[in-house]
């Protein structure tokens, strides 16, 4: 027990862990990469940082995915999510912008990032017809996928989205905390280079 190895009270170290999980999607063309309670990952890896933002790049960094950046000659992102994540969807979009780049939406999301008065380009589902999203990364014109769904038939229709960007190499993230994440995450990546320092140093 904690009382055992004398741990008396809660500790509060002066820096952010964060924990990443490593899936073998790539070798399983077909496969949707929604998670499930029945998955199980190849590995984990672990990025430690002084913020939040920062452990998180680095976390997605050990397991092999790059992070777009503003400075990048392509900067769009692309965004679809849920009903009932629009609201928190238009702080990340106006986020986004502020840190340079330009934004790519389904119709039902790109007008609510409009309304907010951010600028947003809308682009067609699969099921709308050519040009689609999904033309749009095979070409490499979206550096970065965010994307929730509600529903299986949402589900269903945004499963080709999620399949290219991963066969593409294309960052894709699918819950709202990781779309949180990876805007913060992107915003530390801004302000600086990432410190890197023995895993000793911390204990």
């Known amino acids: 027990s904690l009382a055992s190895q004398g741990v008396t009270q809660e500790v509060t170290p002066p820096y952010f862990s964060v924990k990443e999980a490593v899936f073998p999607f790539v070798k399983f063309p077909g496969v949707d990469t929604?998670?499930?309670?029945?998955?199980?990952?190849?590995?984990?890896?672990?990025?430690?940082?002084?913020?939040?933002?920062?452990?998180?790049?680095?976390?997605?960094?050990?397991?092999?995915?790059?992070?777009?950046?503003?400075?990048?000659?392509?900067?769009?992102?692309?965004?679809?999510?849920?009903?009932?994540?629009?609201?928190?969807?238009?702080?990340?979009?106006?986020?986004?912008?502020?840190?340079?780049?330009?934004?790519?939406?389904?119709?039902?999301?790109?007008?609510?990032?409009?309304?907010?008065?951010?600028?947003v380009q809308a682009v067609n589902k699969v099921t709308e017809g050519r040009p689609h999203v999904v033309d749009a990364i095979k070409n490499g014109d979206i550096q970065?996928?965010?994307?929730?769904?509600?529903?299986?038939?949402?589900?269903?229709?945004?499963?080709?989205i999620r399949q290219t960007a991963l066969m593409q190499k294309v960052p894709y993230y699918t819950t709202l905390p990781g779309i949180l994440a990876v805007t913060k995450a992107i915003a530390a990546q801004k302000e600086g280079r990432l410190d890197v320092k023995p895993l000793q140093d911390y204990f």
């Open 34 to 119: 929604i998670l499930g309670p029945e998955m199980k990952s190849t590995g984990e890896v672990m990025g430690v940082g002084k913020t939040f933002g920062e452990a998180f790049v680095k976390s997605q960094l050990g397991a092999g995915t790059k992070l777009p950046r503003p400075t990048d000659a392509v900067r769009k992102v692309f965004l679809t999510v849920k009903n009932n994540d629009k609201p928190r969807a238009v702080t990340v979009a106006r986020e986004l912008v502020t840190l340079g780049f330009e934004l790519v939406a389904t119709k039902g999301t790109a007008a609510a990032i409009s309304e907010a008065g951010i600028p």
């Open 144 to 160: 970065l996928v965010l994307n929730t769904t509600e529903t299986r038939s949402s589900q269903s229709d945004s499963k080709p």
